[in-house]
T-cell receptor
Framework: NAGVTQTPKFQVLKTGQSMTLQCAQD?????MSWYRQDPGMGLRLIHYSVGAGITDQGEVPNGYNVSRSTTEDFPLRLLSAAPSQTSVYFCASSPGTSNEQYFGPGTRLTVT | GQNIDQPTEMTATEGAIVQINCTYQTSGFNGLFWYQQHAGEAPTFLSY????GLEEKGRFSSFLSRSKGYSYLLLKELQMKDSASYLC????????????FGTGTQLKVEL
């Protein structure tokens, strides 16, 4: 199993550009989520999904969209990048919320 | 982050024992996780407590007191590779079905 994979590993965007961060898992997990990690802030939940076709907002959803058309994939879309979105983004999956979360390697995004 | 309190930094000596404390809001609680995160890497799961008491797993143990909103992670026989950030994570805060992460305790293990 590859586990949780994320692409790209690094990305630089200009303000106003849009892009999609990819996340995939091959463990047949129902629960997937996106976090951002900023210095001194801890990981903050952006969006999550409890199964294909179901998504919900986390703590900091503004400026981000998600979709979950398959169990395996959970892409995160930045609609119009802003410098405040400079962060490290982690995707995670688990069988359910009460289970161990498996994290992807992260995407380091810089918005100039 | 968000009313999960843990020390920012700790330093300990190789071979010693260290205890990392965490307090959280008791309103809405389903479970308490601990994760380890090395610099530049993703968090990895260490432990999960849902009932009061001590859970032991090798060199690492985790304790929970639900009435006090308190947990600790105990690391024994410290090794240099234990230098990392340790994240306290609450499931179900406020009655929701989400995870709330603390900002982490940066542990430095010295010779």
């Amino acid at each position: 199993n590859a586990g949780v994979t994320q692409t790209p590993k690094f990305q630089v965007l200009k303000t106003g550009q849009s892009m999609t961060l990819q996340c995939a898992q091959d463990m047949n997990h129902e629960y997937m989520s996106w976090y951002r990690q900023d210095p001194g802030m801890g990981l903050r939940l952006i969006h999550y999904s409890v199964g294909a076709g179901i998504t919900d907002q986390g703590e900091v959803p503004n400026g981000y969209n998600v979709s979950r058309s398959t169990t395996e994939d959970f892409p995160l879309r930045l609609l119009s990048a802003a410098p405040s979105q400079t962060s490290v983004y982690f995707c995670a999956s688990s069988p359910g919320t009460s289970n161990e979360q498996y994290f992807g390697p992260g995407t380091r995004l810089t918005v100039t | 982050g968000q009313n999960i309190d843990q020390p920012t930094e700790m330093t300990a000596t190789e071979g010693a024992i260290v205890q990392i404390n965490c307090t959280y809001q008791t309103s809405g609680f389903n479970g308490l996780f601990w994760y380890q995160q090395h610099a530049g890497e993703a968090p990895t799961f260490l432990s999960y407590n849902v009932l009061d008491g001590l859970e032991e797993k090798g060199r690492f143990s985790s304790f929970l007191s639900r009435s006090k909103g308190y947990s600790y992670l105990l690391l024994k026989e410290l090794q240099m590779k234990d230098s990392a950030s340790y994240l306290c994570v609450q499931w179900g805060r406020g009655g929701g079905n989400k995870l709330t992460f603390g900002t982490g305790t940066q542990l430095k293990v010295e010779l």
